[in-house]
């Protein structure tokens, strides 16, 4: 299919030249490559043998200008002849977007003239591809040959469906550049059939007139007589509402404090019961015997934990304390401070004693 590139206004179609093996496929291309201007024709690749028999495929392409503002470009293949490259034929021939059929003139080439006919059909089969919609031409090859069958009977055995067809003789150049604008003008006709199809297909049908929205239907208001002649709703009478719950009869019962009594076990201890008559304490030699009350107190001082300090009181801890000769006890700075003032006294005084002595 032909390729259309929007952002650049590129247009690159790939057209194929197949045939049976020397039939003039390769020279075709060299032809065209020699006589199309530098500025408009790629370099020319082409692999093959020393019996400039082709290995692989040929490759040319050429631009021819400016169609509807887009710069076109085609590209130019060759398929291998032999039999035995089918699978770089099939390769080759994938996205072809149109074909050149070139045939050998001669009578011994017959046969293999038809055999790379059908299996140029086979694998256009094998690719889904129809021949009647595939652009192609035949190019009859080697005309001036000696050997050459009448045009008629090519036409018979060759084109059954009546392509177009063109006599040619590619070494001397005749009736190549007929083929090659042939194939170009049937590929870009069929292009542009394709995208005006597409176009008209991608539009969106007409808008379909939608169902007319049934207007609400007016209700007429009754006159005002016929609504206040109306008797008024009356509601249905409430039923008595009777006590239900404590009377005041209730509250002769136990006081509330009486009712609400601490659970053992959950809020306070139960009170130890206190031990029969005839009870007498175990005494062991060694063991001082403690009371129960003794016991539960001394309990509770190890359970017991101890005020948190302050962070002031934290600070003072942390401090240490001097005694100097049972001076007040004075901390690191306040110490220094009064070692100071107490040179300053000193110093004082001695100036003053010598004033006087002067």
């Not at 093996?21 to 082409?46: A, D, F, M, R």
């Not at 039999?83 to 293999?112: H, P």
């Not at 007319?212 to 009754?222: A, C, D, F, S, Y």
């Amino acid at each position: 299919m032909v390729s259309i590139n929007y952002a650049f206004k590129e247009i690159s179609c790939k057209i194929v030249y197949y045939g049976p093996g020397l039939s003039g496929k390769t020279t075709n291309l060299q032809y065209v490559h020699k006589k199309v201007p530098q500025p408009t024709k790629g370099e020319l690749i082409s692999l093959a043998t020393d019996a400039d028999r082709t290995l692989y495929f040929d490759f040319l392409p050429i631009n021819i200008g400016s169609v509807a503002g887009f710069t076109t470009k085609f590209q130019l293949y060759t398929v291998p002849g032999q039999v035995y490259y089918n699978a770089t034929r099939k390769l080759v021939l994938r996205g072809a977007d149109g074909l050149v059929f070139v045939a050998d003139s001669q009578e011994s080439k017959m046969e293999e003239n038809q055999e790379s006919l059908k299996n140029l059909l086979d694998n256009l089969q094998e690719y889904g591809y129809n021949l009647n919609e595939v652009p192609m031409v035949i190019q009859y090859n080697k005309r001036d040959l000696p050997g050459a069958l009448p045009l008629d009977v090519l036409e018979k055995a060759l084109n059954p469906n009546g392509l177009l067809s063109f006599e040619a003789v590619a070494v001397k150049g005749d009736g190549v550049f007929d083929t090659l604008k042939c194939i170009i003008k049937i590929v870009l006709e069929n292009a542009r059939a394709k995208s005006e199809t597409g176009s008209k297909s991608a539009e969106p049908p007409p808008p379909q007139p939608a169902n007319p929205v049934p207007l609400p239907i007016r209700q007429e208001m009754p006159e005002r007589a016929e609504y206040e002649e109306r008797p008024a709703a009356v509601s249905p009478p409430r039923p008595k509402m009777e006590t239900v719950g404590v009377t005041r009869q209730d509250w002769s019962g136990p006081s509330a404090g009486e009712q609400f009594r601490p659970v053992p076990g959950l809020s306070k201890p139960a009170p130890a019961a206190e031990p029969p008559a005839d009870h007498r304490p175990v005494v062991m030699p060694g063991v001082r015997q403690t009371s129960g009350a003794e016991a539960e107190q001394r309990a509770r001082k190890s359970i017991e934990r101890p005020k948190p300090l302050s962070s002031v009181e934290r600070l003072e801890a942390a401090r240490p304390e001097f005694n100097l000769k049972n001076r007040p006890v004075l901390r690191p700075n306040e110490l220094a401070r009064g070692r100071k003032e107490e040179a300053k006294k000193k110093n004082f005084f001695s100036r003053l004693f010598g004033i006087f002595k002067k």
